[in-house]
């Protein structure tokens, strides 16, 4: 049987990385998407975009709402840009109050409309919580060309990059509890391994070749388990 599945969310899912070589992000060919397709019996239709939050993502999916019924999972992946910030407000006004780009709980209410529209509309939802970034490489990102020191007084402490990102993340985990729907959990497979960040890029937040095959890796392992629950399925 070859699965049909979809993909909606951000650069991560596309396949977005930075080439250090190149200075400047690009597509990677075996990104864990393709690799997949590649050696499974699976059919990826990839509708992510790079800088897509949820907001935007909720946009895309009611463009392809018609065509949900004929996936068999319906992939979602947001949140590394919903709780990104204007770095560039934060380092001209370090004292003032700043939203990230989806407040926290308005993040939740999408999602949980998110997942409802594609159970609505005839998929099964299958959720990715995000893989975790490297605070300090994320910083020095960031604060390119900007006041660091202004950054840092907003942050407090830079590991709170880590901190904050993580609350997105564990959004996700919870949401797929509560819906019973199954999560993929590439966070804890990055976690697992001795240093995460030798699988992130020089951003310090999109995965590299080696984090696009350790995702691969997960997906795999979850499908086999979601297939075995299929096939002993009345």
């Keep these: 049987m070859i699965y049909s599945v979809c993909i909606f969310g951000d650069s991560i899912s596309k396949g977005v990385v930075f080439d250090a070589t190149k200075n400047k992000y690009c597509f990677l060919k075996e990104s864990f998407a393709f690799l997949l397709e590649k050696c499974h019996p699976i059919k990826i239709y990839n509708f992510a975009r790079f800088g897509c939050t949820i907001s935007k993502g909720s946009d895309i999916i009611k463009k392809h709402i018609q065509e949900l019924r004929s996936f068999d999972y319906t992939v979602l992946e947001f949140g590394g840009n919903d709780c990104d910030f204007d770095w560039a407000e934060v380092a001209d006004n370090p004292a003032e109050k700043h939203l990230c780009k989806t407040p926290l709980e308005q993040f939740r209410d999408q999602y949980i409309s998110l997942i409802g529209l594609v159970l609505e509309n005839g998929s099964k939802p299958i959720l990715l919580n995000l893989p975790p970034i490297d605070p300090k490489r994320y910083f020095k990102w960031v604060s390119r060309g900007l006041n660091e020191n202004n950054i840092l007084s907003f942050l407090g402490d830079v ?48 995965p590299n070749s080696k984090g696009h095959l350790l995702i691969s890796k997960t997906i795999e392992e979850k499908l086999a388990i979601l297939q075995q629950k299929n096939e002993e399925s009345p």
Excluded: M, T
């Design 159 to 206: 590991q709170n990059i880590f901190s904050w990102q993580s609350s997105y993340s564990r959004i996700v985990s919870e949401l797929a509890e509560k819906y019973r729907i199954p999560l993929i959990d590439i966070r804890s497979a990055f976690l697992e391994e001795k240093d995460f960040s030798e699988y992130l890029c020089d951003d310090g937040i999109h």
